[in-house]
C-alpha cells in the first residue's frame, strides 16, 4: 500500500536553511506525480511545490520561488524539499503527497498523504 512518511522538520532561525524528505513507499517514486504542501496555524493547506513524473518538471508557488526546491531521488524513492532562507512565515506543518493521474499545487490533485512534519522559524 502506499505511504509516505516526512522528516527533517524542526525548530531553526530565520535565514536558516532546512531539508525536508519524504519516504515513499508501496510505489515507484517517479511514477507519480509528487507535491509539497504546508498548513500554517489557522490557515489552509496550500500547496508550494510539485514535481511531475518521469519528466520532472517542477512547479512552486509564487510565495516560494526562489528559496524553495522541490527534487526525488528515484533510487532512495525519497522527495525532497530544499528551502533556503527561512522565514517565520514559513512557519507550519509540512506535508509530502501523491497520485498517479494528477499532481499540482491543489490539494484535491492527490490521492496519498503523509503525516506531516513541522517546521518552526524563529529567533
Known amino acids: 500500500q502506499v505511504q509516505l512518511v516526512e522528516s527533517g522538520g524542526g525548530l531553526v532561525q530565520p535565514g536558516d536553511s532546512l531539508r525536508l524528505s519524504c519516504a515513499a513507499s508501496?510505489?515507484?517514486?517517479?511514477?507519480?506525480?509528487m507535491g509539497w504542501f504546508r498548513q500554517a496555524p489557522g490557515k489552509e493547506r496550500e500547496g508550494v511545490a510539485c514535481?511531475?513524473?518521469?519528466?520532472?518538471?517542477?512547479y512552486y508557488a509564487n510565495s516560494v520561488k526562489g528559496r524553495f526546491t522541490i527534487s526525488r531521488d528515484n533510487a532512495k524513492n525519497t522527495l525532497y524539499l530544499q528551502i533556503d532562507s527561512l522565514e517565520p512565515e514559513d512557519t507550519a506543518v509540512y506535508y509530502c503527497?501523491?497520485?498517479?493521474?494528477?499532481?499540482?499545487?491543489?490539494?484535491?490533485?492527490?490521492?496519498?498523504w503523509g503525516q506531516g512534519t513541522q517546521v518552526t522559524v524563529s529567533s
Open positions: 503527497a501523491a497520485d498517479y493521474y494528477y499532481g499540482g499545487l491543489g490539494r484535491d490533485d492527490y490521492s496519498y
Open positions: 514535481i511531475t513524473p518521469r519528466e520532472d518538471t517542477t
Open positions: 508501496g510505489f515507484t517514486l517517479d511514477d507519480y506525480a
